[in-house]
């Protein structure tokens, strides 16, 4: 797909969810009884073939007292120090299928998304130069530089497209996604709605995969066990955040297994990815996440989360290794806890520890060095001066207390478009220490910093 032809698409998507969206119609005519009833008959058919048509507008800032402005050191997505950031307004069309029957059914799902965290969500699994040799590699052109390298912040990101089939096999039937979707691992994830806190845990931001191209197959043997396994390629990172045109050569696998209670409050899932690291390079590049999910009560949640990440033969440059060659890993540990004070009012804890082991996972800021690019062969990066990237082996450590406010709901708001606003202030708390290197001091010349944040995400 071309850049000509993905612009294209991306203005004819904006247009269409535009008109749908905000008008609720297709206008034939100038009457006002036309008009109302080309849109329920727009309604009508959207309902009758099921097809979907929503998103989300989530934005925040950041009050860092340690910074003037700048960057959150490491700290992905909400990275932006005391400025407000317009991070996600995320747009999608989607038909879900119907997989209790025994029966085909076809669906699937495209989304667009506008905002600072589009970089993060882009398929930018061809990274500029090879980690093994360090030769320069073309990237992706799926969605990578689309538009917006002018305001160092702002892009867009196309991170789903995928066909999704129920295939009536065995007692339950195999539901299959063919195309870019987002990862199944892991806890946390990109879309705003999905997640408690502002800010995502390291081990999120460095450990684990955003998106995938391939096929990914989930089977349901029972109400107690589900299975899943993908085939994914496009990428020379072990078939993370792969796209559409280069390394498809390169294929990885990733593999997934849940336990779901009789009573349903417990749920225990293990997932892994395996691959040859590039095209270029038959070394591995492997990673596995657990994640237990218990519900205490009806009003109690607590979710443990560990990842665990491996990469052989990596070109090290970072504070410790100079152009040196080592099989790297990288690990996490993250608790979460959330309670239901009220209907409107839920509190939410998170403590983490990530370790970096050998300086290759977690760069600050990480948004600089995601947005690199070769050009006229120098190494350059359209979101701020690629010389202030700092790297180091290092363990980290962060805490956040947050609370998902309601708002609408409890003032008993009347506006239908407000009804679902969620307001979420946030307090978090970073500490950094070099493992066994010499000291790190990523957060504006310091060991550890402590962050305010105040956000909303207000789904449509």
């Known amino acids: 797909m071309t850049y000509s032809t993905k612009l294209l698409f991306t203005v004819t998507s904006c247009l269409l969810f535009s008109t749908i969206i905000h008008s609720g119609a297709l206008y034939a005519s100038n009457s006002d009884s036309s008009d109302t009833f080309q849109s329920t008959n727009l309604r009508k058919f959207f309902k009758d073939k099921r097809v979907e048509l929503g998103g989300w ?25 005391n400025r407000f950031q317009l991070n996600q307004f995320n747009l999608f069309i989607k038909r879900p299928v119907i ?22 969500t882009q398929a930018f699994g ?4 090879d980690v093994n040799s360090g030769e320069p590699l073309k990237r992706n052109t799926w ?7 002018s305001t160092k912040t702002y892009g867009i990101a196309l991170p789903q497209a995928f066909l999704e089939v129920h295939v009536p096999i065995g007692q339950n039937g195999l539901n299959l996604k063919i195309g870019h979707f987002y990862s199944p691992t892991g806890f946390e994830t990109v879309p705003a709605p999905d997640n408690f806190f502002y800010t995502r845990a390291y081990s999120f931001n ?22 899943s396994g993908s085939a994914v390629t496009g990428s020379a990172t072990g078939g993370w955040d792969g796209g559409w045109n280069k390394q498809l050569g390169n294929w990885s696998g990733i593999g997934g297994i849940t336990w779901t209670s009789d009573s349903q409050a417990t749920t225990l899932n293990l997932t892994g990815t395996y691959g040859e690291t590039s095209s270029h390079s038959s070394t591995s590049w492997a990673m596995y996440n657990t994640v237990l999910q218990h519900k205490i009560n009806p009003q109690t949640l607590l979710v443990l989360h560990h ?3 491996f990469a052989n033969g990596i070109l090290l440059n970072n504070l410790k290794y100079t152009n040196e060659v080592k099989d790297v890993q990288w690990m996490g540990v993250v608790t979460h806890l959330y309670y239901d004070l009220t209907e409107n009012v839920s509190l939410g804890a998170r403590a983490e520890w990530f370790r970096d082991r050998d300086g290759f996972r977690n760069p600050s800021p990480f948004r600089i060095a995601a947005a690199s690019n070769l050009v006229n062969g120098a190494l350059v990066s359209y979101a701020g001066d690629i010389n202030s990237v700092t790297i180091t082996p290092a363990d980290y450590y962060s805490a956040t207390f947050g609370i998902n406010w309601k708002a609408a709901k409890t003032l008993k708001l009347r506006w239908d478009s407000i009804k679902k606003l969620n307001i979420r ?31 909303f995400m207000l789904p449509f």
């Open 99 to 120: 997989s209790e029957t025994n029966r085909w059914d076809i669906g699937g799902r495209v989304d667009f998304m506008f905002g600072t965290d589009a970089i993060y």
């Open 126 to 129: 061809v990274p500029t130069f």
């Open 206 to 227: 460095a450990g684990e995969p955003f998106t995938h191209t391939g096929i990914q197959g989930t089977y349901i043997i029972n109400n107690n066990w589900t299975v």
């Open 425 to 455: 202030p946030n307090i978090r708390y970073d500490r950094v220490d070099a493992y066994r290197a010499a000291a790190y001091r990523p957060f504006a010349g310091n060991k550890d910093q402590i962050l305010f944040s105040l956000d």
């Open 307 to 309: 990842v665990h990440g």
């Open 57 to 81: 507008i989530h934005g925040g800032a950041t009050y860092n007292p340690s910074q003037n402005g700048g960057f959150n050191g490491p700290v992905a997505f909400a990275d932006q120090a």
């Open 143 to 149: 969605d990578l530089g689309l538009c917006c390298a």
